[in-house]
């Protein structure tokens, strides 16, 4: 289990949960970019370990989706992107939340052969079970990815 208790009121953090076949995520932070930008680590932490290596580059990235579950789906399916085409495993995220709901930000990245791989790497995001809200004044989410 990773990130922070949930119980600890204006925190951010992220947690494995156990499931069959999947990887299946969860998240929370005081706003949405926070519970977003948590979601992601905890993707990263599924399958990699990126120990003491520096970056070696950022990665843009804008998304414009429909609703709050689309843009985490997109996200996260951005994460995999990065992991699938270009070779590089997100270290870092910063995101910043614009007023009509888009949202951009950077990965700084780490080459895949400087990471150690700990476990099945992502291949999609499952809308089964998708939960991303706002409730009892912050954003939670709760995701299944398919590996």
Avoid: N
Avoid at 1 to 14: D, I, K, L, N
Avoid at 25 to 44: F, I, T, Y
Avoid at 49 to 70: H, K, M, N
Wanted: glycine letters at 8%; charged letters at 25%; a negative charge.
């Amino acid at each position: 289990m990773s990130g922070v208790s949930p119980q600890s009121a204006g925190s951010a953090g992220h947690r494995l949960v156990p499931h069959v076949a999947d990887v299946m995520l969860e998240a929370w932070g005081p706003s949405r970019a926070a519970c977003l930008e948590q979601a992601a680590r905890g993707l990263v932490e599924s399958f990699a370990e990126t120990g003491a290596t520096e970056p070696i580059e950022r990665v843009s990235l804008s998304i414009d989706a429909a609703g709050d579950e689309d843009l985490l789906v997109s996200l996260l399916e951005e994460v995999i992107y990065v992991v699938d085409a270009l070779g590089r495993v997100p270290a870092d995220i910063a995101l910043t939340e614009h007023p009509d709901g888009r949202v951009d930000g950077s990965f700084a990245t780490i080459e895949s052969e400087h990471v150690e791989v700990i476990g099945a790497i992502p291949k999609g995001v499952s809308r089964s079970d998708l939960l991303f809200e706002q409730r009892d004044g912050e954003w939670r989410c709760h995701v299944v990815v398919d590996v």
